[in-house]
């Protein structure tokens, strides 16, 4: 009995090991999970003949190998990141921002965070101009493509 709870405490370390995030598939969880499973009943299984330590140990490979086939076909839903982009910037909240005293640089960063992308009219030009925006932004604005 010993040794069969020996077993089935490897195959949970192996199970919490094997959850890799780089992992596009569940194959791994689907291996321990099966594994585990797999061992349990073979483990009683064998138990009744005599052989609970062997019945284990078959029931632990059949489990992880059909776990595995079972994991290989899910995908694991994708990781979000820590910092998602904001929404592009509009032209006015590039105006408001440089009323409120941001820098240019900050301004820019911004720009380049949100992945902002402008389309600029002379008539834009004269209005970012007009509006106190200074020419190394508006350049940037208008390199982003």
Do not use: W
């Not at 199970?15 to 291996?31: D, F, H, M, S």
């Amino acid at each position: 009995m010993r040794k069969y709870f020996s077993v089935l405490a490897a195959l949970i370390f192996a199970l919490a090991i094997l959850g890799c995030e780089t992992n596009k598939t569940r194959v791994a969880e689907g291996a321990g999970i099966g594994g585990a499973v797999g061992a349990l009943a073979g483990g009683i299984i064998g138990h009744q003949s005599g052989h609970g330590l062997g019945g284990a140990l078959i029931g632990g490979a059949a489990g992880a190998g059909a776990g595995a086939l079972v994991g290989s076909q899910i995908d694991k839903p994708a990781a979000k990141t820590a910092q998602t982009p904001a929404t592009q910037l509009t032209i006015q909240q590039i105006v408001d921002l440089t009323k409120q005293g941001a820098s240019g640089d900050d301004i820019i960063a911004k720009i380049k965070f949100t992945h902002s992308k402008y389309s600029l009219t002379p008539d834009d030009t004269d209005y970012l101009k007009k509006q106190g925006v200074s020419q190394r932004v508006i350049e940037e604005m208008q390199a982003v493509k």
